[in-house]
């Protein structure tokens, strides 16, 4: 049979147990690790699995480090906490303010900061972190990260039961990541995160998700709009994000 016509047969079948099997690349991937549920309903239907994946990198990406990146891990951060084991960031560019975390749920004797100078530093102490294998979660903040160590993150996060976000600007959306996952977020309207998936396994993401994200108990005590930061509300939404910009 000539070439051009047997390339118009369909593929032969697969039996039933490999089909189920085959993943396409049209279709929104799954995950055999372990998934921690985001907390929103809206963003987990769009992620791989059902929720941010254990064992591999996820790329959090935003034009205002280190407030966002709270706002939308906060949810899940608490949750990786509730079976008490610690969870630990290396190299966030602000100290972390204790009260705000506190005040979204997420516990400070289960919190381990690691202070780095550069992001030679933060690499290696992520890599420490991840062989030890004892952290729920771990967040590195690397600005100005070359693929080539994101890559050796990955390697070593894969296989792991750590949840791994690397935290960047989000100008490096424009360079090459090793990351299977790579997440978008900026703010919206007040107490809003806009959020766009610019990587994962599966069809590409087009939309851009909104996501009201209301800290603790804040959303009963404020019924307006919280201030501006030129009406000098910028500090109160920092601490409430867990940071002291001072």
């Known amino acids: 049979m000539p070439a051009a016509a047997s390339s118009c047969l369909p593929p032969p079948l697969l039996p039933p147990r490999l089909a189920s099997r085959v993943w396409r690349g049209s279709d929104l991937g799954g995950s055999d690790a ?13 992620l791989p699995g059902g929720g941010w994946p254990c064992g591999s990198l996820t790329e959090i990406l935003s034009p205002c480090s280190p407030l966002l990146e709270w706002r939308l891990l906060g949810p899940a951060l608490r949750r990786a906490q509730a079976g008490g084991v610690p969870l630990v960031l290396v190299g966030p560019p602000a100290t972390p303010y204790l009260p705000g975390l506190q005040g979204q749920g997420i516990a400070a004797e289960g919190l381990t900061w690691v202070r780095s100078r550069e992001v030679g530093e933060s690499l290696w102490a992520a890599e420490q972190v991840l062989r030890a294998g004892t952290a729920a979660g771990l967040l ?3 600005a100005g990260c070359r693929a080539e160590a994101l890559r050796r993150l990955q390697l070593q996060a894969q296989g792991g039961r ?3 976000f690397v935290l960047r600007g989000q100008q490096a959306r424009f360079e090459a990541s090793p990351a299977p996952l790579r997440v978008l977020a900026r703010g919206g309207q007040p107490w809003e995160l806009r ?17 009201e994200s209301f800290p603790g108990g804040l959303q009963r005590a404020l019924p307006e709009a919280p201030p ?10 920092a ?8």
């Open 228 to 237: 501006t930061a030129e009406e000098g509300g910028g500090d109160a939404v």
């Open 239 to 246: 601490r409430t994000a867990g940071l002291r910009l001072a």
């Open 162 to 164: 750590t949840w791994v």
């Open 34 to 46: 372990a998934v921690l549920g985001s907390g929103w309903d809206r963003l987990d239907a769009e």
């Open 140 to 142: 590195v903040w690397l």
């Open 195 to 211: 959020v766009r998936l610019l990587k994962r396994r599966g069809p590409a993401h087009e939309d851009e998700l909104s996501l």
